[in-house]
């Protein structure tokens, strides 16, 4: 069973500051994802990496950053946390070229205060 | 990039009817149309996939279709029961590009009424 983990379920920060997202799996896979998800605007995919130390703008990128030292950790980086980055936070993973199912974490509720 | 439309945002039925959720996609070059269920509290979960050289899959109360010349694709339930009331992802990605990233529609949220 794949296993895919996320630091914290719940998450309260203040304004101004920088927030570590982390997101581990254990099935060996080469893609890593980030999204964030919000009322009535779906999945939208932040940041996605597919090889270590390999990363790629999704489609909201801006005020966040990424890191993946390792295959199986991909750590979402928010620099100056402010109030619009209130949401959920979902990691996601999958295989290359086997199949492109993704496999999600619990995901993180993050609060900005 | 790739814009993936999806309709109704809300869907309520009676137990037993049938329940139908509809996607359509911009991009010609997307190849892999997967759905993802998410109950209330818990992570997305692949039900059905449809890549783009079949027109309809089914896994016994579920199927999708395709039609790749109007680019849209559609996800139908039958005999709907109380379990399967959840919010529904559809997406569009290019197989064997771009890490298999997949950009989402905005779910539907289903509701099966006993």
């Known amino acids: 069973d794949v296993k895919v983990t996320q630091s914290s379920r719940y998450l309260v920060k203040r304004t101004g500051e920088k927030v570590f997202l982390e997101c581990v799996q254990d099935?060996?896979?080469?893609?890593m994802f980030w999204y964030r998800q919000d009322p009535g605007l779906g999945l939208r995919l932040i940041y996605f990496?597919?090889?270590?130390?390999?990363?790629e703008k999704g489609d909201i990128p801006e005020g966040y950053s990424v890191s993946r030292e390792k295959k199986e950790r991909f750590s979402l980086i928010l620099e100056s946390a402010s109030t619009n980055q209130t949401s959920m936070y979902l990691c996601?993973?999958?295989?290359?070229?086997?199949?492109?199912?993704?496999?999600f974490g619990p995901g993180t509720r993050l609060t900005v205060t | 990039g790739e814009n993936v439309e999806q309709h109704p945002s809300t869907l309520s039925v009676q137990e037993g009817d049938s329940a139908v959720i509809k996607c359509t996609y911009s991009?010609?070059?997307?190849?892999?149309f997967p759905w993802y269920k998410q109950e209330l509290g818990k992570r997305p979960q692949l039900i059905i996939d449809?890549?783009?050289?079949?027109g309809e899959k089914k896994d016994q109360r579920i199927a999708v279709t395709l039609n790749k010349t109007a680019k849209h694709f559609s996800l139908h339930i039958t005999e709907t029961q109380p379990e399967d009331s959840a919010v529904y992802f559809c997406?569009?990605?290019?197989?064997?590009?771009?890490?298999?990233?997949?950009?989402f529609g905005d779910g539907t949220t289903l509701t099966v009424k006993p």
């Open positions: 996601a993973s999958s295989l290359q070229k086997v199949t492109y199912e993704q496999y």
């Open positions: 099935m060996d896979h080469e893609n």
């Open positions: 990496s597919y090889d270590v130390k390999m990363k």
């Open positions: 991009d010609s070059a997307s190849n892999y």
């Open positions: 449809i890549r783009s050289n079949v």
């Open positions: 997406a569009a990605s290019i197989r064997d590009t771009n890490a298999g990233k997949s950009t």
